[in-house]
């Protein structure tokens, strides 16, 4: 297996594994806030953790994305709702980015300020999880659509909300 191949992000994925997978990141970003220092700053990086095992290969290497995958989301439903990798994965490093800042704020001693990042965290992944809406998802077809992103970057999403079985809330 090519380096390329071990961090790769699935080309489509399925939706209702996102949405199990968002809602384990609401679960222990929520416990996170509410742990007493030093476990808050620790759970935050465990967050941090969690998102680069899922930038770098989907739910290959990450605990959740394994979960929702092969337990959760079969419970879900019988039949996967595939959607678009690329957007996922965007969504995925914006998350990164948020945990990251979260945890280097906690780790400095702001733990208003890294709660604040925490809190915003939280709030996108609760309407992933509970009603199906991807913010980052959202901001990677608003991308695209400004040209900022390539529509080759990728073609099943260039007009993601236009094709069979997609709405606004993937």
């Known amino acids: 297996m090519s380096l390329r191949e071990a961090f790769a992000f699935p080309e489509i994925v399925n939706d209702y594994a996102a949405r199990c997978t968002a809602a384990l990141v609401v ?3 929520v416990i996170t806030l509410l742990a007493p220092e030093p ?12 998102f680069v095992l899922r930038v770098a290969g989907g739910p290959r290497y990450s605990p959740f994305g394994r979960l929702s995958v092969h337990v959760l989301a079969p ?5 996967p709702k595939m959607v678009a ?3 996922k994965r965007f969504a995925q490093t ?11 704020l906690f780790l400095a001693g702001f733990a208003v300020a890294g709660s604040v990042v925490l809190g915003v965290l939280v709030a996108a992944a609760l309407a992933e999880a509970a009603l199906g809406f991807c913010l980052g998802c959202w901001m990677y077809g ?29």
Not at 75 to 79: I, N
Not at 146 to 162: H, K, P, Q, R, Y
């Open 39 to 50: 476990a808050r700053t620790w759970l935050a990086g465990a967050l941090v953790v969690g």
């Open 142 to 170: 608003q991308l695209q659509r400004v040209g900022i992103v390539s529509e080759d970057a990728c073609v099943d999403c260039a007009d993601i909300w236009a094709r069979p079985g997609m709405t606004a809330r993937n």
């Open 94 to 104: 914006i998350g990164l980015v948020m945990s990251s800042i979260a945890f280097g």
């Open 85 to 87: 990798g690329a957007p």
């Open 27 to 29: 679960t222990l970003a």
């Open 75 to 79: 419970r879900v439903s019988d039949e």
